[in-house]
């Protein structure tokens, strides 16, 4: 694979649509199992062609995505429902090939980008609210090996982990789930949490719903009891979690706050639409609104392009949480308005039976599910308080908070 980037003299991106080409004389788009599709492409080096070769890439520059993403569409592909393994694709994958063994990315990175393995995320806890660096769940070592301050799984033995999360999105569907622990309370908050890798069948891991004011239970909560975890599937050294947690929290807020949109795609769309199409509905003050928020959408779109073309060329920065944080003010706003623009049938509602979906979706259905579901966009991917402070502190440079709790041992704190 020729390293070259797809804008300097188009080396890269013949050699990509070569290999497109390739993979799509070797294998009917339009026929057989869509799974085998999959598969093959992975096998390809075509599923993320910025990961290293056998693990689903090329070593090539990440922009080269596009040229694949463009090549498969028109050839009518089927694709891995990003929507439905958006927490595998988004924050596992980048975490587990930053921070994983060898024989880590090789067991999970396949069948979580085919979409075989669901993932979900063991982080937030109903005791620790925003301060997730507070949580109570406990991994406690049993059995040989040290493993101590490797830089990943595979020093022999088990963990035992005890507690509970909340808000955990897809976890009814979930194979495997990336999950922080606290290891040691001897030590301050931050330093004693290890990450782990869960799998989502073993006994102790009960998921029950946690019905939302849309009526669906698409978040859940997780209860662990005894769960029994491989030191093999540890992620990073054993006490570093909290930083190979900022690694999935950076990427997460980039696949929210950052997704890929067309011009009036996401929640700006429905409502430009209404406006276009029901004039009766119009007044001056109701424009006035809907032209500010549709530039600032377009801005935050922009945004967006803008910190994905940084990505090219690095891990994503606290920048992501300024994306993240957009995502949920506009989405709230905009919602807003459309209620109000569609008067009595913005009040409508046209389902509240409760269903557990497969996919995150911020979009669908009506004007009244759009204005509900917004609240939770605060919420998920880490709280807008929390995000304004990364933005003042690590974006801005501003002072930080004072933080008491910064050298005493977690088992110490005040509850």
């Known amino acids: 694979m020729t390293r070259t980037t797809a804008r300097d003299d188009g080396t890269g991106a013949e050699e990509v649509r070569r290999r497109v080409r390739a993979l799509l004389d070797a294998h009917d788009p339009s026929g057989g199992d869509p799974l085998d599709f999959l ?20 070593g090539a520059p990440r922009a080269l995505q596009a040229v694949v993403d463009a090549e498969l569409a028109a050839a009518g592909a089927p694709d891995n429902d990003p929507r439905r393994i958006g927490i595998g694709l988004g924050m596992a994958a980048p975490t587990i090939l930053r921070y994983g063994t060898e024989a880590q990315k090789a067991r999970f990175l396949r069948p979580l980008w085919t979409g075989e393995e669901v993932w979900c995320q063991l982080f937030s ?17 049993e059995g040989g090996g040290s493993g101590e301050g490797d830089g990943g799984g595979g020093g022999g033995g088990d963990w035992i982990v005890d507690g509970q999360k909340v808000w955990t999105s ?12 606290r290891t040691d309370p001897d030590v301050p908050k931050h330093q004693g949490i290890t990450y782990f890798v869960c799998d989502m069948t073993d006994p102790g891991v009960e998921v029950r719903p946690l019905r939302q004011i849309t009526g669906e239970a698409e978040f859940n ?18 006490g570093d979690g909290w930083r190979v947690a900022q690694a999935t929290l950076m990427n ?5 706050g950052g997704m890929v949109t067309p011009r009036e795609g996401g929640m700006i769309g429905p409502v430009a639409a209404t406006w276009r199409a029901r004039p009766e509905l119009r007044t001056s003050e109701l424009h006035d609104r809907l032209l500010g928020l549709w530039v600032e959408a377009e801005v935050a779109r922009l945004g967006a392009e803008r910190v994905r073309q940084q990505l090219a060329v690095g891990a994503p920065g606290p920048e992501g949480s300024g994306l993240k944080l957009t995502f949920a003010r506009l989405n709230q706003r905009i919602s807003g308005l459309e209620v109000e623009l569609l008067g009595e049938d913005g ?6 039976t409760m269903v557990r979906p497969e996919s995150v979706d911020f979009y669908g259905r009506d004007a009244g599910y759009r204005y509900l579901r917004a609240k939770g966009n605060s919420i998920e991917g880490g709280t807008s308080e929390i995000l304004r402070n990364i933005v003042a502190e690590r974006v801005l440079g501003l002072p930080s908070e004072p933080r008491t709790d910064k050298d005493v041992a977690w088992k110490d704190l005040p509850r």
Do not use: C, K, M, Q
Request: hydrophobic letters at 50%.
């Open 347 to 352: 009040l409508r509602y046209g389902d509240w």
């Open 39 to 58: 598969r093959a492409r992975f096998d390809a080096g075509l599923a993320w062609v910025h990961f290293p070769e056998g693990l689903g890439g090329l």
């Open 252 to 256: 997460e807020r980039v696949a929210i």
């Open 125 to 141: 806890e109903p005791g620790a609210g925003s301060d997730l660096a507070g949580l109570r769940t406990r991994a406690v070592r």
């Open 221 to 238: 909560e997780v209860f662990l009891t005894g769960v029994r975890i491989p030191d093999a599937h540890r992620l990073g050294a054993v």
């Open 170 to 181: 897809s976890a009814h569907n979930a194979r495997w789930a990336i999950l922080i622990a």
